[in-house]
């Protein structure tokens, strides 16, 4: 079992920055592939990004890659998604999500899900 808590969301401006925290408890962090979602208003739920368990592959949607970079700190637990260059587009919920499984950018491919956090970009 693994229980995930995000924070770092917030309001910002168009073309700033924010990273996003994920916390894990639970036993074996390092040996989970961990991810991010997203869900705006009124639309699907989306893969952000995803990074394996020894941090030497990272996967990002088209929307953000080049813009989000996402890593991982094994010792505390911790997985972060440093977003810059935001837009309104980017605006959401953002999720955390955990799986033993390799990383998979359908819903249905994480077992583990945080409760999500907000992030509002406004123009």
């Known amino acids: 079992q693994v229980q995930l808590v995000e924070s770092g969301g917030g309001l910002v401006q168009a073309g700033a920055s924010l990273r996003l925290s994920c916390a894990a408890s639970g036993r074996s962090f390092s040996t989970y592939y961990m991810g991010w979602f997203r869900q705006a208003p009124g639309k699907e739920r989306e893969f952000v990004a995803a990074?394996?368990?020894?941090?030497?592959?990272?996967f990002y949607s088209t929307s953000v890659e080049g813009r989000f970079s996402i890593s991982r700190d094994n010792a505390k637990n911790t997985v972060y998604l440093q977003m810059n260059s935001l837009k309104p587009e980017d605006t959401a919920v953002y999720y955390c999500v955990a799986d033993r499984s390799w990383p998979s950018t359908a819903v249905t491919g994480w077992t583990y899900w945080g409760q999500g956090t907000q992030v509002t970009v406004s123009s």
């Open positions: 990074i394996t368990w020894n941090t030497v592959n990272t």
